[in-house]
């Protein structure tokens, strides 16, 4: 459990960029790579649907920052990760940004 | 490290892979800009064109497989239209118009 809680405060320390929307469908955690088109692409449409979010850019963490990130993710959803890839209400994600899964997923 | 790449000499570079293999670049222009920013700063990064969408080790050797354009483009290709990142196009991908989304990776995954 000490371990687990340990992974949960490396998410909590990093230094996410918050946006506010006057939609909150889910709590977003939207991890992304500074470099990626659809990382950029799903800011933009979740900005854009005035939904309130948070993200970080996974590539400019520092390299142990960034693994304890990524092995977080992946063993909370048992999943591969990919970017970006939203978290949502700390309990399901969405890895990648396709335009209609999105517009369904958050209603718009 | 060899020396930086301005965001001019990668859509040079970009432009001349996409007329060598004959595929056609996303015409989503705000995309490309993205993409060529990515991959302009992770070349100054790494010293290599470095997959934008994906994130790299920085070890060349071990990046080898998602140096642009990738190991998996072709591949994508032919399944999806187009490249992991939506930077490199099929020709009968782009005459549809349609817009590129994520898809699914086909790099292996020891190798995240």
């Known amino acids: 459990m000490a371990f687990w809680i340990q992974r949960c405060m490396v998410i909590e320390n990093l230094q996410f960029i918050h946006e506010e929307g006057d939609r909150a469908p889910f709590e977003v955690t939207l991890y992304a790579l500074s470099t990626c088109g659809f990382c950029r692409k799903s800011i933009m449409f ?42 949502l209400d700390d309990r399901e994600f969405l890895r990648g940004f396709n335009r209609e899964e999105w517009e369904k997923k958050f209603s718009v | 490290m060899p020396a930086n790449k301005t965001e001019a000499d990668t859509r040079i570079f970009i432009k001349m892979v996409a007329d060598k293999q004959d595929w056609e670049l996303n015409r989503d222009s705000e995309l490309i800009s993205i993409l060529v920013s990515g991959l302009t700063v992770n070349y100054n990064r790494y010293g290599y064109y470095s997959c934008p969408c994906r994130d790299a080790s920085g070890a060349r050797s071990r990046d080898a497989d998602i140096i642009c ?29 349609k817009e590129p989304s994520s898809i699914p990776e086909r790099r292996p995954e020891d190798l995240d």
């Open chain 1, 46 to 87: 979740l900005k854009e649907n005035r939904i309130k979010f948070r993200y970080v850019h996974v590539d400019l963490l520092d390299f142990e920052t960034k693994e304890k990130v990524k092995r977080y993710l992946t063993e909370k959803f048992n999943t591969r990760l990919g970017f970006p890839f939203a978290v």
């Open chain 2, 69 to 97: 354009p990738c190991k998996y483009c072709r591949p994508d290709q032919e399944e999806y239209g187009h490249c992991y990142c939506g930077l490199y196009l099929t020709r009968p991908f782009f005459a549809t118009g």
